[in-house]
T-cell receptor, first 113, second 115 residues
């Protein structure tokens, strides 16, 4: 079993839909969870950063972490064509710079207008 | 957050040759990281490059194949040596964001195709 599992999709939704992206993991030591967005031919950019369990909201984006289930989610409300990208989950046991991040394979999202 | 420039953005290489990728950051950073993103695979850390010391390689990656230089606090290079088609990938340079926390800023990547 891989440390981080993420369905690669692709996921296609109409504009305005609510999108749910998910990752599961096996290492209970993971404490810090991130979502990155990667547009075609670009590097990943950080969307959300959360610690331990709970929810975090930023505009149309909500990140949820359920450590008891080893499951994290990213919700996108009122999805826009500009949200079309690959979304990568990442996690790490340590807060200090240099602790390796473990990434999922990424889910490719397409939002049609 | 830091702005990272990578060169080349893409290249097509012949089997058996080597290619050096350059990473320039617009501010001084302690740690720089090199990642590989193979088609359909997770982003994988190759090595951590600290100025003034040898790079630290992750399991499965060796210095002879991926030599790294870090001559100062704003620049690093990654060389992919003796390339084979299996080395076809996107190589990404990254640095920790200003807060010092384990959050990364990435360059746009260098897309290598080995024939």
């Amino acid at each position: 079993q891989k440390e981080v599992e993420q369905d690669p999709g692709p996921l296609s939704v109409p504009e305005g839909a609510i999108v749910s992206l998910n990752c599961t993991y096996s290492n209970s030591a993971f404490q810090y969870f991130m979502w990155y967005r990667q547009y075609s031919r670009k590097g990943p950019e950080l969307l959300m950063y959360t610690y331990s369990s709970g929810n975090k909201e930023d505009g149309r984006f909500t990140a949820q972490v359920d450590k008891s289930s080893k499951y994290i989610s990213l919700f996108i409300r009122d999805s826009q064509p500009s949200d079309s990208a690959t979304y990568l989950c990442a996690m790490t046991p340590g807060h200090q710079a240099g602790t390796a991040l473990i990434f999922g394979k990424g889910t490719t999202l397409s939002v049609s207008s | 957050s830091a702005v990272i420039s990578q060169k080349p953005s893409r290249d097509i290489c012949q089997r058996g040759t080597s290619l050096t990728i350059q990473c320039q950051v617009d501010s001084q950073v302690t740690m720089m990281f090199w990642y590989r993103q193979q088609p359909g695979q997770s982003l994988t850390l190759i090595a951590t490059a600290n100025q003034g010391s040898e790079a630290t390689y992750e399991s499965g990656f060796v210095i002879d194949k991926f030599p790294i230089s870090r001559p100062n606090l704003t620049f690093s290079t990654l060389t992919v040596s003796n390339m084979s088609p299996e080395d076809s990938s996107i190589y990404l340079c990254s640095v920790s964001q200003d807060s010092g926390a384990n959050v990364l800023t990435f360059g746009a990547g260098s897309r290598l195709t080995v024939l």
